[in-house]
């Protein structure tokens, strides 16, 4: 069964910092944030002959990717009135695709007025309604 089950694990978001103590060091924000410390989680696969193993794969992917991964490699119907949100990741994963899978990845929290913008190596953050712009390189400056 191991050799014939795509096996992903994530987490959905940072760490609630002030409910249990955790920590997201050194990545600024908690859980419910637009910081780093609020979205950037760890996201691990394993699919034995299928995905290189102890690979480390650096470009930014969302979980929308799962959904459209699983739907390529069940080859499942797409209609294209309503494209899927997310990426087909194993081009990516197997080394078929060296480029990045997004271009830009979105982030936008209606109710706080909240947005990011992850490009590259740079991140742009509208941490509340009616709060100023502010442009990161990720890279640079993990903790925003």
């Given at each position: 069964?191991?050799?014939?089950?795509?096996v992903?694990?994530?987490?959905?978001?940072?760490?609630?910092?002030?409910?249990?103590?955790?920590?997201?060091?050194?990545?600024?924000?908690?859980?419910?944030?637009?910081?780093?410390?609020?979205?950037?989680?760890?996201?691990a696969?394993?699919?034995?002959?299928h995905?290189?193993?102890?690979?480390?794969?650096?470009n930014?992917?969302?979980?929308l990717?799962?959904?459209a991964?699983?739907v390529?490699?069940?080859n499942a119907?797409?209609?294209?009135?309503?494209?899927?949100?997310?990426?087909?990741?194993?081009?990516?994963?197997?080394?078929?695709?060296?480029?990045?899978?997004?271009?830009a990845?979105?982030?936008?929290?209606?109710?706080?007025g909240?947005?990011?913008?992850r490009?590259?190596?740079f991140?742009?953050?509208?941490?509340?309604?009616?709060?100023?712009?502010?442009?990161?390189?990720?890279?640079?400056?993990?903790?925003?």
């Open positions: 069964m191991e050799k014939n089950t795509l992903v694990y994530l987490s959905d978001n940072g760490g609630p910092l002030q409910a249990n103590a955790s920590s997201n060091a050194p990545l600024r924000g908690a859980k419910g944030s637009v910081w780093d410390g609020g979205w950037k989680v760890p996201f696969a394993q699919w034995p002959g995905l290189p193993k102890g690979m480390v794969y650096e930014p992917v969302i979980s990717d799962i959904f991964t699983m390529a490699l069940v119907p797409v209609n294209p009135a309503r494209p899927l949100d997310g990426v087909n990741l194993m081009p990516y994963l197997t080394g078929q695709k060296s480029t990045a899978p997004h271009d990845l979105y982030l936008r929290m209606f109710d706080k909240a947005f990011a913008v490009s590259g190596d991140k742009l953050v509208i941490p509340q309604k009616d709060s100023g712009a502010e442009l990161f390189n990720v890279t640079q400056d993990i903790g925003e």
